[in-house]
């Protein structure tokens, strides 16, 4: 039987150039699978560039500018990881409030790798448990949170995962906790 436990779930994938191509593309294919809609909303219009590690690969086509996307159209968030794109993203105000207005919502999201940079840069950090690639475990400790090595975590509203290794294990967890928000009413209206 096919999970279609996200039907009618509007999820925004927040990504700037040079993310992780398997952290955007796979969730994406996870999300749609289980019925969700996905739109990939982006400070850069048309296109933004994936990356494999530190190689070149595809283009992703931009749905929706950051600065026309408002969290009370979405449902649920998730950010791919990537330094470069996380680094970038991390200093936009409008990604930061963003994230912001959907956790405020109580609305799941569900991060990878570097893409917690723009949870600490947003002040959402402090009290929180997650994961995420090795190398900013200092920043989301000196940011107040708990980080654990873990393929997995989950704290609340959020999901962390560490690295395109824990694929499997990030995707089946993001589509749980979203399936759970999801048919919880937590939902905030939809625009017409």
């Given amino acids: 039987m096919v999970d279609r436990s996200l039907d009618g779930m509007r999820v925004a994938i927040l990504a700037a150039q040079d993310f992780e191509e398997a952290e955007l593309i796979e969730p994406k294919r996870a999300l749609e699978a289980a019925g969700a809609t996905t739109a990939v909303v982006s400070p850069h219009s048309k296109k933004i560039q994936a990356m494999r590690h530190d190689v070149k690969t595809i283009t992703v086509d931009v749905d929706m500018l950051l600065s026309e996307a408002s969290a009370d159209d979405f449902d649920a968030v998730m950010l791919p990881g990537g330094a470069l ?20 919502a109580g609305k799941p999201i569900a991060v990878i790798c570097h893409g917690p940079w723009l949870l600490v840069s947003a002040g959402l950090a402090r009290g929180r448990h997650l994961t995420s690639y090795h190398t900013i475990q200092d920043d989301i400790r000196n940011a107040g949170a708990q980080w654990d090595d873990a393929e997995v975590v989950r704290d609340r509203n959020w999901v962390s995962s560490r690295q395109p290794s824990d694929l499997p294990a990030f995707n089946h967890a993001m589509v749980s906790l979203f399936s759970e928000h999801h048919g919880s009413g937590q939902n905030i209206r939809h625009a017409a």
């Fill in 85 to 104: 794109n996380a680094d970038a993203l991390r200093v936009v105000p409008a990604a930061q409030e963003f994230v912001r207005q959907v956790d405020r």
